[in-house]
Nanobody
Framework: QVQLVESGGGLVQPGGSLRLTCVAS????????MGWYRQAPGNEREFVAA???????IYHDSVKGRFTISRDNAKNALYLQMNNLKPDDTAVYSC?????????WGQGTQVTVSS
């Protein structure tokens, strides 16, 4: 079983930056997808960014050029650097890991962009 713990959320003004961290622990094997999703109140969960097959980065069009995803395999960590944040980025951000054993989610971290 894999456990994912996110951190780094908070309140930031429009145009500001935040860095989210997701640390994985437990029985992890053959990870082929690590990514971030977000869910705003009243909305469905949506894809934000992911690293696929260890090296391919993919992004939702709304965050391209503003968000950067990265990982540190030695630390079993996934990061999301978010720059030039907008009020529409306000949501609970959750980490997702898919490996040969299944699909795991973290509990999420709140990001609020407001002046």
């Amino acid at each position: 079983q894999v456990q994912l713990v996110e951190s780094g959320g908070g309140l930031v003004q429009p145009g500001g930056s935040l860095r989210l961290t997701c640390v994985a622990s437990g029985s992890i094997s053959s990870t082929y997808f690590m990514g971030w999703y977000r869910q705003a109140p009243g909305n469905e969960r949506e894809f934000v960014a992911a690293i696929v097959n260890a090296d391919k980065e993919i992004y939702h069009d709304s965050v391209k050029g503003r968000f950067t995803i990265s990982r540190d395999n030695a630390k079993n960590a996934l990061y999301l650097q978010m720059n030039n944040l907008k009020p529409d980025d306000t949501a609970v951000y959750s980490c997702n890991l898919r490996d040969s054993k299944g699909n795991s989610w973290g509990q999420g971290t709140q990001v609020t962009v407001s002046s």
